[in-house]
């Protein structure tokens, strides 16, 4: 027998296959950390990307720094202390420093869940703000986009000094990449801003691993330079969370010179379709509820053969993560082509584009959830529950004909895959 571990919620899950039926593992290039991460980022700070500089705003009397929520596992106890520092050498008092948790349509994160995204001693140094979308007294309106992108952002970030976007630069099913302005431009913005730009996921070119000619990743460039963001500081991280490289300056220079960094690292050449993927998203945060696992399911189905089969384990400890998600399922929606209809008829909103990306990935596979999410409720997510990632791997194989191409995704989030 062979045995494979994939990531599940905080811990890791084990299978095995027959000798007779190896699956290729599809996996992003694994790469070396850097030796020093703080050094490394502070090292990027002092040599930016796109000649401006951070000493350029000696004087400034406030800074603004959008920061991503529990969600993503950017790693801001090595990115912020340096770029804290030279902030407050520039002669910001900490109190001058907000750091603006960047939710978009999440639910804006309470006080008490402050530290799990930012170390003890931020928390009390600075000032620490969550963003809620749906706060229109907390939003400033700048006008619209050149896609029609109605741009709105937190009063916080834009009236501040100096404008700063930390987070990674990572694969996104249909932005193409994470990074940049990004985390400000969505993060922080008004919820029909972020309702009007994620519409243009329905773009055939609005594609995984696709930056240049994306056009929803482009209207987020245009939503960031109306804002005026003024550096980015973003990280790559290899498939343990840790920096491998860190770049800092003007948002679009970080993109230009990240992007190819990041392609290089996750995008996995494979010869054929699948008619079996055991797929992880790459556990916590990626699989801290279904709104996040999702993103595995849709890198999957690139990969999927028609009718074939998907098996996500994906602990999902906070459920769905989106009440607007779930009270859209319970209108009605008994199946994947009610959803389809539904859908069409009522337009692109947030929340429900979930139940349509599920629908469109998992109507084409036998679609399996490992989750720690009750499987009557599962069942009116429209997925198939399983107990026990053993006994589905097995009675999958079982089921599948001879050459039957098996393969195994244990950072789905992060792989972008290729047929080659």
């Not at 090292?43 to 529990?70: C, H, M, T, V, Y």
């Not at 928390?123 to 986009?145: A, F, K, P, Q, W």
């Not at 337009?347 to 349509?356: L, Q, S, V």
Request: aromatic share 6%; charged share 20%.
């Amino acid at each position: 027998m062979i045995s494979y571990q994939i990531p599940y919620g905080r811990t890791s899950l084990t299978f095995t296959l027959p000798d007779d039926r190896p699956a290729d593992l599809i996996t992003p290039v694994e790469a070396a950390a850097v030796a020093d991460p703080l050094r490394s980022v502070a090292e990027a700070i002092d040599s930016p990307l796109g000649g401006q500089k951070l000493s350029d705003f000696a004087g400034a009397r406030s800074a603004a720094i959008a920061i991503n929520d529990k969600t993503r596992p950017v790693p801001l106890g090595l990115l912020l202390p340096p770029l804290l520092q030279r902030l407050e050498a520039l002669g910001l008092p900490p109190p001058a420093i907000t750091l603006l948790i960047a939710t978009g349509t999440h639910r804006p994160m309470p006080p008490d869940e402050f530290a799990a995204v930012l170390p003890p001693n931020m928390v009390g140094r600075y000032r620490v703000l969550s963003h809620d979308c749906d706060d229109e007294s907390n939003l400033i309106e700048l006008g619209v986009t050149g896609r029609g992108t109605p741009v709105k952002i937190n009063r916080h970030f834009y009236q501040a000094d100096v404008r700063i976007a930390v987070g990674n630069i990572e694969p996104h099913q249909f932005a193409g990449f994470s990074g940049g302005v990004k985390t400000a431009a969505i993060g922080l913005a008004g919820r029909a801003g972020i309702n009007h730009n994620h519409a243009l996921m329905m773009l055939p070119e609005s594609r995984l691993g696709d930056y240049e000619t994306n056009p929803l990743r482009q209207d987020i460039e245009a939503m960031g330079a109306m804002i005026g963001v003024h550096f980015a500081l973003n990280a790559i991280l290899n498939n343990r969370k840790e920096i491998v490289h860190a770049l800092f300056g003007d948002p679009v220079a970080v993109m230009q010179a990240g992007v190819p960094l990041s392609r290089r690292a996750c995008q996995v050449a494979v010869p054929d379709l699948y008619d079996l993927l055991v797929v992880s998203p790459g556990g916590h945060p990626k699989d801290i509820n279904l709104y996040q696992s999702q993103k595995a399911l849709g890198h999957a189905s690139l990969i999927a053969r028609e009718g074939g089969a998907i098996i996500l384990a994906a602990a999902c400890p906070e459920g769905t993560g989106s009440q607007h998600y779930e009270a859209w399922m319970a209108g009605g929606v008994h199946s994947f082509a009610d959803v389809f209809a539904r859908f069409k008829g009522e337009g692109f909103r947030i929340g429900p584009h979930k139940a349509y990306q599920i629908a469109r990935d998992a109507s084409r596979t036998r679609t399996l959830l490992l989750s720690e999410m009750p499987p009557d409720f599962v069942r009116f997510l429209l997925l198939t529950p399983i107990d026990d990632l053993q006994a589905a791997v097995s009675g999958a194989v079982a089921g599948l004909p001879p050459g039957a191409r098996l393969g195994v995704m244990p950072i789905a989030n992060a792989t972008i895959p290729m047929l080659a």
